[in-house]
Every structure is written in structure tokens, then in C-alpha cells.
């Protein structure tokens, strides 16, 4: 693989990786909740998702989704779920906050989501839970692939360049979120940022429907 090709991939993932979805929104929230250190768990296990969906694409089941429309119907309505369940689930806690800011008292999640286990586990389910990620990496995969039997080092050169793109662009978001928190997530500041990430889970399940 040359050079020149690569450096054009490279330019396609940061692209796509820099555009806001469903796995830079998990990482803001996550930041304004938990910190930028525990954030880092949901960046990996977004990075992982991003891995497997890499590898189920080229694995033939990405095919399989573009000519099955039950299956990709499937893939798409639990995927839409999952977001909506997310966006739901934000706007909770955007309540809590309101009534922590009135206690003057900072919201604290539960233990079970604070655990890295847990936090690393929704990074991972949201990176495989759109289904247009599987089509992205069987669209844009042939492009730079060549034809006749699976290249494995250019394969996992490509996918990892992909995967470090996404871990970059979580990181940058959390940066900037983490940096922008003192001063603009206090008080009420919390609930709005939760409310906001909330309704974008919720329009991300609804646009992925379709």
C-alpha cells in the first residue's frame, strides 16, 4: 500500500471520525458526569466497538446487511433503541442535576455506572449499535482494499488507522469539554448540557430509522 493512498484514507477517517455522532455525544456526557479520566474507558471501548465493526464488515456480513433488508431492519431498530434508551437516560439525569444545583451539591451517578467496566461496556455497545458504521466500512473498505482474498496487514493497517482516528477525536471533544466545565457546567449548566446530549440521542435514533 503507497503512501499517497494511505494519507487519503487517513484524510476519510479524520473526516468521519471529527464529525459529531453517536460516540462523541457519549463522550461529552460522560465527561460532564464523570470526569475526563473516566471518559478515557468509554473512548476505548468505543474504539473497540469501531475494531469489531471493521471486522464484521469485511467479514462478509456487511454484505449481508446491504442485500438482507430484514437483517439490516433488525440491526437498525435495535440500534435506534439503544440511542433512544441513551438520550432518555441522559435527560434523567439532567434532572438530578437540577436538583443537586438547588442542594448546591454536585449530582453523584450510581456505582454501577461509575465502574470502568460499565463505562468501557456503553462505548462499546455504542459504537456497534448504528448500523450505518458496518455499511460505512463496507462502502469505503473496497476502495482501498484490492480485489481476490483478504490482505490482513493492510487490513488491520486501515482499521487501526481508523480506530486511532475515533480515539483522537474523543479525546479532543473531552478536552474541550473537560476545559469548557468549570466554568460553563456549573450549577444548571450540568442539566442543560445533559438535556441537550439527551434530545441529540434522541434525534440521532430517529434519523437512523430513517
Same mark, same amino acid.
Given at each position: 500500500?503507497?503512501?499517497?493512498?494511505?494519507?487519503?484514507?487517513?484524510?476519510?477517517?479524520?473526516?468521519a471520525?471529527?464529525?459529531?455522532?453517536?460516540?462523541?455525544?457519549?463522550?461529552?456526557?460522560?465527561t460532564?458526569?464523570?470526569?475526563?479520566?473516566?471518559t478515557?474507558?468509554?473512548?476505548?471501548?468505543?474504539?473497540?466497538?469501531?475494531?469489531?465493526?471493521?471486522?464484521?464488515?469485511?467479514?462478509? &456480513?456487511?454484505?449481508? /446487511?446491504?442485500?438482507?433488508?430484514?437483517?439490516?431492519?433488525v440491526?437498525?431498530? =435495535? !440500534? #435506534?433503541g439503544? @440511542?433512544a434508551?441513551?438520550?432518555?437516560k441522559?435527560?434523567?439525569?439532567a434532572?438530578?442535576?437540577?436538583?443537586?444545583?438547588?442542594?448546591?451539591?454536585?449530582?453523584?451517578p450510581?456505582?454501577?455506572?461509575?465502574?470502568?467496566?460499565?463505562?468501557?461496556?456503553?462505548?462499546?455497545?455504542v459504537?456497534?449499535?448504528?448500523?450505518?458504521?458496518?455499511?460505512?466500512?463496507?462502502?469505503?473498505?473496497?476502495?482501498?482494499?484490492?480485489?481476490?482474498?483478504?490482505?490482513?496487514g493492510r487490513?488491520?493497517?486501515?482499521?487501526?488507522?481508523? &480506530?486511532?482516528?475515533? /480515539?483522537?477525536?474523543?479525546?479532543?471533544?473531552?478536552?474541550l469539554?473537560?476545559? =469548557? !466545565? #468549570?466554568?460553563? @457546567?456549573?450549577?444548571?449548566?450540568?442539566?442543560?448540557?445533559?438535556?441537550?446530549?439527551?434530545?441529540?440521542?434522541?434525534?440521532?435514533?430517529?434519523?437512523?430509522?430513517?
Amino acid at each position: 500500500m503507497t503512501f499517497a493512498l494511505w494519507l487519503t484514507f487517513l484524510g476519510v477517517a479524520l473526516a468521519a471520525s471529527f464529525s459529531p455522532g453517536p460516540g462523541v455525544l457519549l463522550a461529552i456526557s460522560t465527561t460532564t458526569t464523570l470526569g475526563a479520566r473516566r471518559t478515557a474507558f468509554s473512548s476505548a471501548g468505543n474504539a473497540v466497538g469501531v475494531f469489531l465493526v471493521a471486522c464484521v464488515a469485511v467479514s462478509g &456480513v456487511g454484505l449481508l /446487511f446491504q442485500r438482507s433488508p430484514l437483517a439490516f431492519a433488525v440491526l437498525k431498530y =435495535a !440500534g #435506534a433503541g439503544y @440511542l433512544a434508551w441513551l438520550g432518555i437516560k441522559q435527560w434523567r439525569q439532567a434532572g438530578k442535576a437540577l436538583a443537586a444545583a438547588k442542594m448546591a451539591a454536585p449530582p453523584v451517578p450510581a456505582a454501577a455506572e461509575r465502574s470502568r467496566y460499565a463505562v468501557f461496556r456503553r462505548g462499546v455497545l455504542v459504537a456497534c449499535s448504528n448500523p450505518k458504521a458496518i455499511l460505512f466500512f463496507a462502502a469505503v473498505f473496497p476502495h482501498f482494499m484490492p480485489a481476490g482474498p483478504l490482505q490482513m496487514g493492510r487490513f488491520l493497517l486501515l482499521s487501526l488507522t481508523f &480506530v486511532a482516528c475515533t /480515539f483522537v477525536s474523543h479525546l479532543s471533544y473531552v478536552l474541550l469539554t473537560a476545559s =469548557a !466545565g #468549570a466554568r460553563f @457546567l456549573a450549577g444548571f449548566g450540568m442539566a442543560r448540557v445533559q438535556r441537550g446530549t439527551g434530545v441529540m440521542f434522541v434525534l440521532l435514533a430517529g434519523a437512523l430509522l430513517v
